[in-house]
Each structure stands twice: as structure tokens, then as C-alpha cells.
């Protein structure tokens, strides 16, 4: 059975500061999501990431991939108070068939 | 382009009572999945739909039934509510089986009192 942890599963910072947030997985990965969810919203699309090595970036954040540890990282560079919400990561694996295996996810606070 | 609406957005129902939620996919989309998210957790695999035919099911009870019409909107169906199954519902479409990603919906906040 896939599994998909997150750390830190609560996120307190600074405006201006930068921090990661680490995705790991149990099984071979054929994409790996990040999403973004307001309170009480559903779930924004960030990154997709297809392959070992994979980097991308939007703004502030910065998600790359290695498929041989299994680890994913969201790079937070930074941060300002829009950025306060929780990140999921999401793996979409043949192992498990054609679905998505969400993490816990972490709740970020940005605070000014 | 459209993308993919969900309703109700909010409902609230009685424990033993009946409930059906409502997905219209992505326009071009033939594949639906349905998430369960609690409150404070990430979303959980429910069931999977493909050109009206399942395609995979979590870890959930047969009281969590769907089907997938022609065009491929698609229904969940959950008999005999429990307290327990008050949640976020997330419908998510996508091409075939996953490709390209997945288009999440807004979502409709069950609560069972």
C-alpha cells in the first residue's frame, strides 16, 4: 500500500523567511502533485512533477523531485502572509492504480 | 472552457438518511475520481469512474456507491449516513485515467447531525 507523509504537519514562520516542507512516499511514483487549500476551499493545482530531477517554480515556491529517495521538497523562499494555507503532496502511482495518495499535509502560518 | 462543478456546495442530513452528490466534469474529461477530506486530514480515495464504469475503489464501505452518466457527469451516493461521514466531498476529472492531471472541483461540505 502507498503511503505519503509530510513534515512538518504545522508550519509557523516569518514573512521574509525561507523553509521546506518534505514529502516522502513508499513506492515508485509516476507523478507527484503539490496542491494549495484555503480553509473551507478546495484544492489549487501548484506543481506537477514527472520525472527524477524535476524542479519548478512559481513566485515564491520551488518543488523539485527524487525518485530514487522517494522525496519530494517544497522550497519556501521568502514568505509573505498570502502564502498562509496548507500544502498537500499527492502521488498518482501505476503501483495503486490510477488515483491520487495525499499526504497529511502541512499547515503553514506566515506571520507578519 | 469549463471546469468542474459540484452540488450542493453545502447540505446538512440526518444519521441513517440518504444523500447524492453531484459532479459535472471538465469538458473533454471521460475520468472522475471522488475524495473523501475530514476535517484536518488530506483527502481520501473514495472511487474512480472511466468512460461509466468503475476503475478502482478505496478503502470505503459498499454504502458509497456512484455512477458515471454518457457525459461523463458523474454521482456519489452514500446510503445510511454515519456522523463520522460529515466531510468535504472533492470530485476530481481528468483525461484518461489521470493523464494530464487532475482538475479538482469546489467541493460539497457534508455534515451529518
Known amino acids: 500500500e502507498l503511503k505519503v507523509e509530510q513534515n512538518p504537519l504545522f508550519l509557523s514562520m516569518q514573512e521574509g523567511k525561507n523553509y521546506t516542507i518534505y514529502c516522502n512516499y513508499s513506492t515508485t511514483s509516476d507523478r507527484l502533485y503539490w496542491y494549495r487549500q484555503d480553509p473551507g476551499k478546495s484544492l489549487e493545482s501548484l506543481f506537477v512533477l514527472l520525472s527524477n530531477g524535476a524542479v519548478k517554480q512559481e513566485g515564491r515556491l520551488m518543488a523539485s523531485l527524487d525518485t530514487k529517495a522517494r522525496l519530494s521538497t517544497l522550497h519556501i523562499t521568502a514568505a509573505v502572509h498570502d502564502l498562509s494555507a496548507t500544502y498537500f503532496c499527492?502521488?498518482?502511482?501505476?503501483?495503486?492504480?490510477?488515483?491520487?495518495?495525499f499526504g497529511e499535509g502541512t499547515q503553514l502560518t506566515v506571520n507578519p | 472552457e469549463t471546469g468542474v462543478t459540484q452540488s450542493p456546495t453545502h447540505l446538512i442530513k440526518t444519521r441513517g438518511q440518504q444523500v447524492t452528490l453531484r459532479c459535472s466534469s471538465q469538458?473533454?474529461?471521460?475520468?472522475v475520481s471522488w475524495y473523501q477530506q475530514a476535517l484536518g486530514q488530506g483527502p481520501q480515495f473514495i472511487f474512480q469512474?472511466?468512460?461509466?464504469?468503475?476503475?478502482g475503489r478505496g478503502n470505503f464501505p459498499p454504502r458509497f456507491s456512484g455512477l458515471q452518466f454518457p457525459n461523463y457527469s458523474s454521482e456519489l451516493n452514500v446510503n445510511a449516513l454515519e456522523l463520522d461521514d460529515s466531510a468535504l466531498y472533492l470530485c476530481a476529472s481528468s483525461l484518461e485515467l489521470g493523464r494530464g492531471g487532475y482538475t479538482f472541483g469546489s467541493g460539497t461540505r457534508l455534515t451529518v447531525v
Open positions: 469512474y472511466y468512460r461509466e464504469e468503475e476503475n
Open positions: 499527492a502521488v498518482d502511482s501505476k503501483t495503486s492504480g490510477s488515483r491520487l495518495t
Open positions: 469538458s473533454g474529461h471521460n475520468t
